[in-house]
């Protein structure tokens, strides 16, 4: 088969091609990921699991800030 496609046939698989791109491809703007609130006031304050441990077996306070 060497026919090559009629220009009606070319558009209608590039159409299909963009529908099934549409229908299955990533969302923009889906990579972005949200800090959870509770992390983003962690990171913020500069409050570490390590150091709250870290005290806690030296007999230090139990709670940082």
């Known amino acids: 088969m ?8 070319a558009a209608a698989i590039a159409a299909a091609i963009e529908r099934f791109d549409a229908d299955t491809g ?4 889906a990579g972005e990921q949200k800090v959870d609130p509770w992390q983003r006031a962690a990171l913020i304050e500069g409050v570490g699991a390590k ?8 007999g230090g ?3 940082l800030s």
């Open 26 to 29: 990533a969302v923009p703007g």
């Open 2 to 9: 060497s026919r090559s496609a009629t220009a009606e046939e």
């Open 61 to 63: 306070a139990k709670w």
């Open 51 to 58: 150091a709250t441990i870290e005290d806690l077996e030296e």
